[in-house]
Each structure stands twice: as C-alpha cells, then as structure tokens.
C-alpha cells in the first residue's frame, strides 16, 4: 500500500507495493509459461491407476477396432517408419506449439555433439529455469549423460538450459544447432528458440514434421535408449537420485518404445510415442490434447486402430508388375535410327520405397506413369537414361525413378551398310524367282 502523507509518499509503503507486484508479475508468468510434463492433473492419482486405465482404453478400443477412432486432440499425425509418410492425420501440417517434445531435438542435437562424460557445472540461469524441473540448483555439477536422463525422462528444463550451455555455449547459440539441424532434415514448417519449449511465438512445428524428427532421432542408439528406460538413476554432486519417465504409455502399451510428453498452456498435452509391432513400425504424434487424460485415449486409439487395420504391402512388387506389363507393349516401338541392334532392351532403377503400409485395398490406389522417348539415334550408351517412372497415390509423388537402356548400341558403320546392301542383293533373285513361279 503506498501511503500519502502531506503530499510525499511513503518509501517504505512505496517499496512494499513494487516488490508486491513483482511478486504478483512473477508469479502469474510461472503459470502462464508451465511445462509440468510430470504432474498428473489429479497428483491423487497413482502409477496403477494411470496403468488400469490405459488396459481399460485398450481393452475398450479392441472392441471396436474397425471404425475409425474417433480423436479429441486439434492435431496428429500417424507416421510410417518404414516408406518415410504420413499414412492418416488431422491437421498434421499446421504450425504448433510443441512443448517438451521439443526435448528431442535437444537430445538429438546433444548426442551428435558433445561426450556424454563430460562434466557439467550449472549455471544461475539454468537453476532458475521454471516449469518442469529435475531440481537442479547453480554450482551443481553432474555429466551429459546425466543431464540426457533428466531431460527426456523427468522433462527437466533446467537440464534442458544446463546442456544448451554446455554444448551451444548459451540457450541462443543452442537454438542456432537447433534450428541447423532442422534445415538439414528439411523440416521447413519447424523452428527452435528455447531448448525445453516454454511457449515462444518463434518456436513452434508441425505433427508431420516432428514425426520426422523423431523418426530420424530413434536412429540413434543412445537417444533410443534414453527415451525408452522406465526409470533409472543419476548422478547429481555425486549423490545418487532416482527419476521416473513421464511416458505414461512406456511399459504399459504392446511394443512402446518411448518417446516423449509435454504440456504448455499454449500448446496443451502432447504426446510423441513410436511403437513397433512384428515388421511394423509406426510414430504417432499428438498435439493439443485438453486433458493428459485425453492424450492418452488419443495415442491408444490410433495405436491399435492403425496395427488392427493397416498392413505392409509389397509396393516395388507391384511397379515391377506394371513396368512389365508396359514395356512388353512399348519396347519394340521405340525406334534406334542408324543403330547396328533395332530394339532396345529396357529397365527400370531401383526404387527406394519397396514396402509401404497401408489399408487394405489401398494398394490399388497406387499409379504407375511413364514417360519414354520414342526416337534414339545411335550410339546408345549402356544404361542411358531415356525415361521416368512415377510412383503415385491419390495424386500424391511417392517416388521417381529413370528409365535406362540395359545395353549400348553402336552406330552403323560403312561395313554395317555393305552387308545390308548385300543381304537384299542376295534375297532378290529369290524374290524374282518368286515373282515368275507365280506369273508363269
């Protein structure tokens, strides 16, 4: 309370008024900016209860596998490990706050550019770091590889600031690896400020885009098992300390192998999961659930939808069948002009994307277009290209290949010619005697 007296104010009430707003400030921005990836909405609810519900969602989702599962959350993407897409989603290309999954790239860009031994010193700035923490406090030391578990498991961001430090020398520096990394994936709709992901105007994704990420990620050994350790112990001032992974689905849902929650006002509860099935392998990615409650039922929901009624299908089978199909009718069509070999013997290059899932029936959406030259003109060279083949579905480029000659055909030369004119030389008085057999 500022109190006037005699027109002055009071100093003392003055102060007591500043340091009661800077409170207020301070406080209001903690929740404004929080990214309590750990704290359940209900903290009464227990590790076994959280369990039951999921085997309840499964069991409730197996029931009714075949209809396409109906999903609260603004945004996800299913993405196939195996041909590189997105197979279904729902807003998957628009731009997004992203959360703690932007802990991903920070681990990822981490792991590819420091040892994990090294030792750490916390600084003032990362032991100040709000929202979802490990705990740490400045002067703390500990290692990378600690820092790495703090940061995907417990979704520290003050582990998050202490590694952005010690690797980019400062959170900015971090960001520009950050943001590098992601120009070397083509992630075109994606870009880094912070490396925890407290909400940023400037630091947003896509659903498609961070399945890529974690797809190129979950290559990593290290990162892979990281993210798929339910609990373990680090190091902390050489003190040992327990964390648990936030992943509520880790050690509870058939073939999960990580990868990573997060929660922030702005950009709601998310969830980046990758699940491996016999050969299939899939990352779903959700985005702006209300409720931890509903990006649970979500990532179930999609999970098993997707192993229930999708399939790997053999796709380069099938290319090769049309490019068979079509080069039995359009081979011997092509003209060699003053070529010593008249027909061309084609094939196809190799295709990168062999196998594909998808719904069954899906494979006959598939298109196979070709676009070959008509007219070679001698010489031919061994495998010159002459054509594209173009892989299609619903409109969409799949994949390109060429077109080549399996064999070179050397040009005709003056002997070629010589014998030609000798060969009809020889052939005409059989074609005479012919003519006059039939006249006479």
């Not at 703690?100 to 792991?111: D, N, R």
Request: charged content about 30%; glycine content about 6%.
């Amino acid at each position: 309370m500022i109190i006037i007296k005699n027109n002055k104010i009071n100093k003392k009430g003055l102060i007591i008024t500043i340091i009661m707003v800077l409170f207020i400030v301070c406080f209001m921005g903690a929740i404004s900016t929080v990214s309590a990836d750990d704290v359940d909405e209900d903290s009464t609810v227990s590790d076994e209860q959280v369990d039951d519900e999921i085997k309840n969602e499964i069991d409730e989702v197996s029931a009714k596998l075949s209809k396409e599962p109906v999903i609260n959350s603004r945004r996800y993407a299913v993405y196939d490990r195996i041909s590189k897409k997105v197979i279904y989603g729902k807003n998957e290309d628009v731009k997004s706050a992203m959360a703690s999954t932007t802990k991903i790239m920070t681990a990822t860009v981490v792991l590819e550019n420091a040892d994990l031994n090294q030792e750490v010193v916390v600084s003032k700035k990362a032991g100040w770091t709000g929202g979802s923490r490990l705990g740490l406090k400045s002067g703390d030391k500990t290692t990378i590889k600690d820092l790495l578990y703090g940061l995907m498991l417990r979704s520290g961001n003050d582990a998050a600031v202490a590694l952005a430090e010690a690797v980019g020398g400062s959170v900015e520096g971090f960001a520009e690896l950050m943001n590098k990394k992601a120009e070397g994936l083509e992630l075109k709709s994606t870009h880094f400020v912070t490396p925890h992901g407290l909400d940023n105007s400037e630091h947003y994704t896509t659903a498609s885009e961070l399945a890529i990420l974690t797809d190129y990620a979950m290559n990593n050994e290290t990162f892979k098992k990281i993210v798929g350790t339910k609990q373990t112990t680090i190091y902390i001032n050489n003190q040992p300390r327990n964390i648990m992974n936030t992943n509520e689905l880790l050690g509870v849902l058939d073939g999960v192998a990580g990868v990573k929650t997060g929660f922030t006002n702005n950009a709601g509860r998310c969830l980046v999961t990758e699940t491996k099935r016999n050969s299939m392998d899939i990352i779903v990615v959700v985005l702006g659930a209300d409720t931890k409650k509903n990006r649970t039922q979500d990532s179930v929901r999609l999970i098993e939808y997707t192993f229930k009624n999708y399939k790997i299908q053999n796709i380069e089978a099938k290319v090769q069948e049309e490019f068979a199909r079509w080069k039995n009718i359009n081979e011997k069509r092509i003209s060699i002009i003053k070529g010593k070999k008249s027909v061309l013997e084609l094939e196809m290059g190799e295709l990168s994307l062999k196998e594909m899932v998808l719904k069954e029936g899906e494979i006959d959406k598939i298109k196979v277009e070709i676009n070959c030259i008509n007219t070679l003109e001698a010489p031919v060279k061994e495998k010159q290209r002459i054509g594209t083949l173009t892989v299609k579905m619903n409109g969409e480029i799949l994949e390109m290949t060429d077109i080549f000659c399996r064999e070179g055909i050397e040009k005709k030369d003056w002997k070629d010619y010589f014998k030609e004119i000798l060969k009809e030389l020889i052939r005409m008085p059989e074609e005479f005697i012919k003519f006059f057999h039939y006249m006479w």
